[in-house]
T-cell receptor, first 114, second 113 residues
Framework: DQQVKQNSPSLSVQEGRISILNCDYTNSMFDYFLWYKKYPAEGPTFLIS?????DKNEDGRFTVFLNKSAKHLSLHIVPSQPGDSAVYFC?????????????FGKGTKLTVNP | GAVVSQHPSRVICKSGTSVKIECRSLDFQATTMFWYRQFPKQSLMLMAT?????????EQGVEKDKFLINHASLTLSTLTVTSAHPEDSSFYIC?????????FGPGTRLTVT
């Protein structure tokens, strides 16, 4: 049973436009969400996170939106740059429950075309 | 964030042999480290939680006798794949951190021939 779902395996956008990556989750106990970026043959690097008490968190070109009622979050990258091309993983955890475990989605491969 | 290294970055071994992967936290004392495995086009799957000075906690379906984890110090955890089979070929990644953020190592590509 996949608790964190990224239904789009790939996304292609033009440089300068907005990239929107989506993530859905099924476990209502998740209260903390993270986005990681991963290049081939490298470990993931942390991008941005959001607590379930918020609906938006912004850091430079990256903004994460959380819709708890829909169990949906999205990562917006604007403007997109070719260097943003990578696989983006959505992850969730149950922090209030004392868990340090992260549950990952399958990832979305973003390609930003010059 | 914490700096995490893994060694080796890639390893090729023959079926039936054992291979050890090291995960080092270079600037963060980690009482807990995590081991993940990633198959091609798949998500990162948590294999086990490594606890310093005590036994690791394995996720359901992960054979603890096959994937031996040792966390002898606050900066080093090792994963030993015993009696390796071709289906163990994968990308293994460790992480350190806590509830709010985890920092990942660069990963180890294991190929079993």
């Amino acid at each position: 049973d996949q608790q964190v779902k990224q239904n789009s395996p790939s996304l292609s956008v033009q440089e300068g436009r907005i990239s929107i990556l989506n993530c859905d989750y099924t476990n209502s106990m998740f209260d903390y969400f993270l986005w990681y970026k991963k290049y081939p043959a490298e470990g993931p690097t942390f991008l941005i996170s959001i607590s379930s008490i918020k609906d938006k968190n912004e850091d430079g070109r990256f903004t994460v939106f959380l819709n708890k009622s829909a169990k949906h979050l999205s990562l917006h990258i604007v403007p997109s740059q070719p260097g943003d091309s990578a696989v983006y993983f959505c992850a969730a955890s149950n922090v209030q429950g004392g868990s340090e475990k992260l549950v990952f989605g399958k990832g979305t491969k973003l390609t930003v075309n010059p | 964030g914490a700096v995490v290294s893994q060694h080796p970055s890639r390893v090729i071994c023959k079926s039936g042999t054992s291979v050890k992967i090291e995960c080092r936290s270079l600037d963060f004392q980690a009482t807990t480290m995590f081991w993940y495995r990633q198959f091609p086009k798949q998500s990162l799957m948590l294999m086990a939680t490594s606890n310093e000075g005590s036994k690791a906690t394995y996720e359901q379906g992960v054979e603890k006798d096959k994937f031996l984890i040792n966390h002898a110090s606050l900066t080093l955890s090792t994963l030993t794949v015993t009696s390796a089979h071709p289906e163990d070929s994968s990308f293994y990644i460790c992480s350190v951190g806590g509830k709010y953020e985890q920092y990942f190592g660069p990963g180890t590509r294991l190929t079993v021939t």
